[in-house]
């Protein structure tokens, strides 16, 4: 079984200011970790991933998120949010990475960024 | 990237009607895909996975009978919402992952909001 746990349902940052996004996962298998972005009426965009390897991820955007497998988390983070960033964001895992394997999402974190 | 495509984007529709929603893999094959549902300000939730030429895997406490799946060739699957009522209204979304490229990424659809009248 595996589950996810985003801290923090409403985020609210400066423009400029860091943004971090926690997010805490429960897994039986070594995971995969996701980071997705979701702005109004649309679907998601991926942000980055962990499988593998190094465990600081770089995504798009300017974001990055770092997998502690001590902590079980995979927190998001920015140096500098942008008006842009505003968005819903989703932390996901799955126990595997062939194409039937599912994804199990945190309930998100509203980011708001105040000018 | 992949793209996935949803279609349509919205719909209205009475209580009592039928409603379907595509969603196609673009460029890509898919062999299985999944169709969320998500209601306003909450997470998406797994309705069921889609598995190219047999029957769909439905999560617990979906009705199978009223939200049927199809998914008939390798790059589109189909979720017809059966005798839609108020309550079925909702964000649905579709994903998909590359079978053969191996891809870990999974590529969503823009999304469908239903409304049912």
């Known amino acids: 079984a595996q589950s996810v746990t985003q801290l923090g349902s409403h985020v609210s940052v400066s423009e400029g200011a860091l943004v971090l996004l926690r997010c805490n996962y429960s897994?039986?298998?070594?995971?995969?970790l996701f980071w997705y972005v979701q702005y109004p009426n649309q679907g998601l965009q991926l942000l980055l991933k962990?499988?593998?390897?190094?465990?600081l991820v770089k995504g798009i955007n300017g974001f990055e998120a770092e997998f502690k497998k001590s902590e079980t988390s995979f927190h998001l983070t920015k140096p500098s949010a942008h008006m842009s960033d505003a968005a819903e964001y989703f932390c996901?895992?799955?126990?595997?990475?062939?194409?039937?394997?599912?994804?199990?999402f945190g309930k998100g974190t509203l980011l708001t960024v105040n000018p | 990237g992949a793209v996935v495509s949803q279609h349509p984007s919205w719909v209205i529709c009475k209580s009592g009607t039928s409603v379907k929603i595509e969603c196609r893999s673009l460029?890509?094959?898919?062999?299985?895909m999944f169709w969320y549902r998500q209601f306003p300000k909450q997470s998406l939730m797994l309705m069921a996975t889609?598995?190219?030429?047999?029957?769909?895997?439905?999560e617990q406490g979906v009705e199978k009978d009223k939200f049927l799946i199809n998914h008939a060739s390798l790059t589109l699957s189909t979720l017809t919402v059966t005798s839609a009522h108020p309550e079925d209204s909702s964000f649905y979304i579709c994903?998909?992952?590359?079978?053969?490229?191996?891809?870990?990424?999974?590529?969503f659809g823009q999304g469908t909001r239903l409304t049912v009248v």
């Open positions: 897994s039986s298998v070594p995971p995969y």
């Open positions: 962990y499988t593998t390897g190094a465990t």
């Open positions: 996901a895992v799955s126990n595997g990475g062939g194409s039937n394997y599912k994804l199990t």
């Open positions: 889609s598995n190219e030429g047999s029957k769909a895997t439905y």
């Open positions: 994903s998909a992952r590359d079978n053969l490229s191996g891809n870990t990424e999974a590529f």
């Open positions: 460029d890509f094959q898919a062999t299985t």
